[in-house]
């Protein structure tokens, strides 16, 4: 166990639970939303997450109310969802983006036309697009021709022109419908999607990991860390927070499975093909395959045969390099988790400065004027060492971003504590 505090005299107002894949979280937050205490503890798996939560929680009994205690969870690793629709760029960019703020990770975005579908399976597999208007033979016939034995999922949901609902669930009686977030205007605000993401990532954490058996109000309340992660981003946004942003911005929330990135739009690169959905101030992208514990083989394959690999290891190490190199190259180096987290960062941001991934815009990285890092990694990077991994994308006397660690989770605090309305 660890743990961190800040003015232990502070009256406590409630507290706050993040259940991580390896760690759980617990923080007494005070009247202005500020940590006084924080404590750590690595996932006892034996036991379960619901008795090790109740069991770090009773010490509190008297302290603050457990019936209003926050709680959050990445511990399922988020659903993976495939998205099929009328146009990628459209209707698949509004689709996406509220299956990421929701917290769940999308797999793909096709059209409806795909010939070829997809061999990876997803949890939910989601047809939509086009607005809700009557006239709509064009949509109506590649609807027709949709064939769902081309992929691979649990549950197939139908948010696309309400008009022709009826006759999906028709041909496929399983399916689920939601209303069509692009309702009958383009206005891409309507959460119909975040909502159906979000109650099916709670309730496959449920189902995965025991968390109904959580007393009182917990498991009722619970909601993704990713979701909280990026409210908290939006809180401090507005000025709301006790992290400042200043300009525009990046969070890289560095975990055990996943890095996930939370940018403010004007970093997306004019000329980019893949662009967020429009009517959004940030916008986020989840790397399912960039972690220090479960996603580590994958970051270590990723690093091996990166071709600025020696580049990347002189920026992060002291003294000899040549001897980790070749060991690296080799599949023979067994890395610190520091070096893990700052190759989390160095490989997160080469791949968003070139919008290498399904759906992810390509940055301009010489827009940035400040990083946030959060998450486990936060606890064994440093300023200077993430500021020397951004040297690397430095172009010409761009003037390097600011860098700020947020080694308290204050953004998770931000987050969690939040009552006012983040914009999808």
Sequence with gaps: MTSTSSSPSAQARRAAVDIGSTVVKVALV????????????GRDF???????????????????DLERVLVCSSANGGLRVGIVCLSQHFSGATMRNQVLLAGANPTFVHDLEEPAGSLERVDVLLVGGGIDCADAVPLKERLERFDPSRYRFGTLVFAGNCHLASEFVRRFPQTIVIPNPLAAGLESRKPSVFDAIRR????????????????????????????????????????????????????????????DLHYTVEIVRD???????AGLSVARYVFVDLGIVASRDSLLLQLRTHPR????????????????YRLMREGAYDPS????????????????????????????????????????????????????????????????PSVLIDRMYQLWIDGITWSGNASL
């Design 337 to 400: 988790p520091e070096l893990l987290s700052y190759g989390c960062l160095f490989v997160a941001l080469d791949r968003f400065s070139q919008g290498r991934g399904p759906g992810l815009p390509a940055g301009d990285l010489g827009r940035i004027a400040q990083i946030i890092l959060t998450g486990g990694s936060s606890q064994t990077l440093s300023e200077k060492g993430a500021a020397r991994v951004f040297e690397l994308f430095r172009v010409g006397d761009n003037p390097l």
């Design 46 to 64: 034996e036991l379960g997450i619901a008795k090790q939560v109740m069991g770090l929680l009773a010490p509190l009994q008297g302290v603050v």
């Design 200 to 259: 099916a990532y709670l309730d496959d954490l449920v189902y995965k990991e025991g968390v109904s058996e959580l007393g009182g109000t917990l498991a009722s309340g619970i909601r993704p860390t990713p979701e909280i992660v990026s409210r908290g981003f939006q809180r401090a946004l507005v000025q709301s927070s006790g992290i400042d942003v200043s300009g525009a911005c990046v969070v890289l929330d560095i975990g055990g499975a996943t890095t």
């Design 271 to 277: 000329e980019s093909e893949a662009k967020p959905a």
């Design 30 to 41: 005070d009247n202005r939303d500020q940590v006084i205490s924080q404590t750590l503890h």
């Design 309 to 324: 690999l020696y580049e990347f290891l002189k920026s992060v190490l002291d003294g000899e390099v040549e001897e980790p």
